[in-house]
């Protein structure tokens, strides 16, 4: 049976003499293996539609326990993410990322559209790639399931009212925020602000196409990356080679 789904390519590597295999994320079928025969050659079509970062139009047919490439239609190479260094290993993050935490199988629409439009973010090039980053991966953990309260407190769903001048307790390990009575069994907790907290529910609620649209100040972006940087190891448990090679960049 012959499948035609949109896909993004998201791993890449070749086996043997000439054989190429891909990690596909796919609209229909999510993260799935292919292998593109012989697309290691130049003068093959599915050399150049096998590439990372190449979104199109795939049409496969399974084979063994995989499936094979017939033909690609390329919708966008994202070739401008090659440009700078930065911006690349930013996007190589965001596709290292997905290809850990996406599943095979349906439902995965909201995955892949936030990935595009992060893609499509960082070839524009006009919101701090830092701060892409942390919308990315704040974004990715609420598709996840692991979206964290806000709202109340985590444990006894207590009010913690409404004050801009307050100071909210996040406890990672709970997955959100905390009351005064329930914090005190948890030693290791995080103090966030209420714009901080403001922008999290932004970025955890807003649709997608307009979710890369506001700029924060230094300070909310590093109260995001405290977050996220314990965030997460705790519930996806991966380290990422590449958040590796972006800190040893930065530093
Ligand atoms: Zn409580």
Same mark, same amino acid.
């Given at each position: 049976?012959?499948?035609?789904?949109?896909?993004?390519?998201?791993?890449?590597?070749?086996?043997?003499?000439?054989?190429?295999?891909?990690?596909?994320?796919? #609209?229909?079928?999510?993260?799935?293996?292919?292998?593109?025969?012989?697309?290691?050659?130049?003068?093959?079509? /599915?050399?150049?539609?096998?590439?990372?970062?190449?979104?199109?139009? =795939?049409?496969?047919?399974?084979?063994? !326990?995989?499936?094979?490439? #017939?033909?690609?239609?390329?919708?966008?190479?994202?070739?401008?993410?090659?440009? !700078?260094?930065?911006?690349?290993?930013?996007?190589?993050?965001?596709?290292?990322?997905?290809?850990?935490?996406?599943?095979?199988?349906?439902? @995965?629409? @909201?995955?892949?559209?936030?990935?595009?439009?992060?893609?499509?973010?960082?070839?524009? @090039?006009?919101?701090?790639?830092?701060?892409?980053?942390?919308?990315?991966?704040?974004?990715?953990?609420?598709?996840?399931?692991?979206?964290?309260?806000?709202?109340? +407190?985590?444990?006894?769903?207590?009010? /913690?009212?409404?004050?801009?001048?307050?100071?909210?307790?996040?406890? +990672?390990?709970?997955?959100?925020?905390? +009351?005064?009575?329930?914090?005190?069994?948890?030693?290791?907790?995080?103090?966030?602000?209420?714009?901080?907290?403001?922008?999290?529910?932004?970025?955890?609620?807003?649709?997608?196409?307009?979710? =890369?649209?506001?700029?924060?100040?230094?300070?909310?972006?590093?109260?995001?990356?405290?977050?996220?940087?314990?965030?997460?190891?705790?519930?996806?448990?991966?380290?990422?080679?590449?958040? !590796? =090679?972006?800190?040893?960049?930065?530093?």
């Amino acid at each position: 049976m012959i499948i035609k789904t949109k896909a993004l390519v998201i791993k890449e590597y070749i086996v043997g003499e000439s054989d190429k295999y891909v990690t596909l994320f796919t #609209m229909d079928l999510g993260k799935i293996q292919a292998i593109a025969p012989k697309a290691k050659k130049y003068d093959n079509s /599915l050399a150049s539609g096998t590439q990372l970062f190449v979104y199109g139009e =795939f049409m496969l047919v399974a084979y063994k !326990d995989t499936y094979r490439l #017939m033909n690609i239609e390329i919708i966008s190479t994202f070739h401008e993410l090659r440009n !700078d260094l930065s911006i690349l290993s930013y996007a190589s993050y965001i596709l290292e990322f997905v290809a850990e935490v996406a599943q095979e199988g349906p439902d @995965n629409e @909201n995955l892949l559209g936030l990935t595009l439009m992060t893609l499509r973010t960082l070839v524009v @090039n006009k919101l701090s790639i830092q701060l892409i980053r942390r919308i990315f991966e704040l974004r990715a953990l609420c598709i996840l399931g692991f979206m964290p309260e806000l709202d109340q +407190c985590v444990e006894c769903a207590g009010d /913690l009212g409404n004050d801009q001048r307050s100071v909210y307790t996040f406890v +990672c390990e709970a997955g959100g925020l905390m +009351c005064e009575q329930c914090r005190a069994s948890y030693p290791e907790r995080l103090d966030l602000s209420f714009s901080t907290l403001y922008t999290m529910k932004y970025i955890m609620h807003t649709p997608i196409k307009q979710l =890369f649209s506001f700029q924060v100040h230094s300070s909310i972006l590093h109260d995001l990356e405290t977050v996220c940087d314990l965030y997460i190891p705790f519930y996806i448990e991966k380290s990422f080679k590449t958040a !590796d =090679f972006i800190k040893h960049i930065e530093a």
